[in-house]
Structures are given as C-alpha cells and as structure tokens.
C-alpha cells in the first residue's frame, strides 16, 4: 500500500459545552464550522472546523461538502457528549495533568505579537506567554476544556 494517497485529515478534541467551544475556536481561532454529524443512539455529536480562508472553497452543505471536509488538512474535530455541559464538575483531562498522554495543538499565526494582544482582550488563559521561559518564540494558551494550544510565528521557527 502507498503512503502518497494519506493525507492527516483531523484531530478530535471532546468539549464539555459545545457552544461554549465553537464560539472560541470560531471567533477567537479563526476557524470555521462546516459539518455537524449528530448521533442520536450514541447521545454525540461531532463539530468539524477549518481554518477560515479554508472554508471559502467549500462546496454547499451536503454530500461534496463531506467529501471535500474528509480531504481536508488540519481539520478540528469537536466531540461532544450530551449533557456533559450540564455537569458543573464535569471536565476531560488535558493530557499535560499526571498520567501525561495527549500534549497539544498548534496554531500558526502571521504575527505573534499580535495574536497575544487579542488572546490578552478576550481573557485567553495562557500556559506560556512569548516572554517566559527560554522559548521566547512560542505561546501555549488553554481552550475553554482546558486543551492546550501551542502559538507559533511560522518565520520564527527557521532559527533551529
């Protein structure tokens, strides 16, 4: 079998509150939804987001539209358990608590600088800002599940 035909098509997140997710990773990230698959024996649904210049080659909702989303790269996928938003208590692991596992996603941004300053107004939570630590050309920010979000200036990773 070849390797020239895969292409990594998505990352699955599970929110606890799938508005409350959507509405960051579309106003705060940029991204864009374009599919909604709703699972009703399972009690899930499952959000698929692309980057926002993305999208505009999207062909309408319906079966090209899935074809086109599955063809994708870098595509979110966002998995929610119903009623989970309805539990105060309830939150998934990051992956970055005791066991570690998953670690983060990545985020390629034109300006770092700026990217901060409105991660900064919206009230972003950061891991790591630019100017802490000795990696003063990354940022990690957390995702309203607590996921962590790597930030990077693609021009400022050619140093290493």
């Keep these: ?8 098509n998505h990352t699955m997140l599970r929110v606890k509150d799938p508005d409350v997710s959507l509405d ?20 899930f649904t499952l959000f698929f987001l692309v ?9 309408p909702e ?3 539209r899935a074809d086109w989303l599955f063809r994708q790269r870098g595509v979110l996928e966002l998995t929610h358990n119903w009623g989970t938003e309805n539990d105060a208590g309830f939150a998934y692991h990051d992956g ?11 985020m390629s941004v034109p300006d770092l600088e700026r990217a901060v300053a409105a991660f900064d ?7 790591k800002r630019p100017e802490d630590g ?15 979000i790597e930030i990077l200036q693609a021009d400022r990773m050619t140093q290493f």
Excluded: T
Excluded at 51 to 59: K, L, N, R, S
């Design 62 to 64: 319906g079966p090209e």
């Design 134 to 148: 000795r990696m003063r050309h990354i940022a990690f920010i957390r995702d309203p599940d607590g996921y962590w």
């Design 24 to 43: 960051f990773y579309e106003r705060v990230m940029g991204m864009k939804l374009m599919h909604r698959l709703d699972f009703e024996e399972g009690r």
């Design 121 to 127: 107004a919206e009230g972003v939570p950061f891991v």
């Design 1 to 8: 079998m070849s390797a020239e035909r895969y292409v990594f």
């Design 51 to 59: 980057d926002g210049p993305v999208a505009e080659a999207a062909p």
């Design 96 to 106: 970055n608590r005791e066991p570690q596992g998953f670690g983060h996603i990545c």
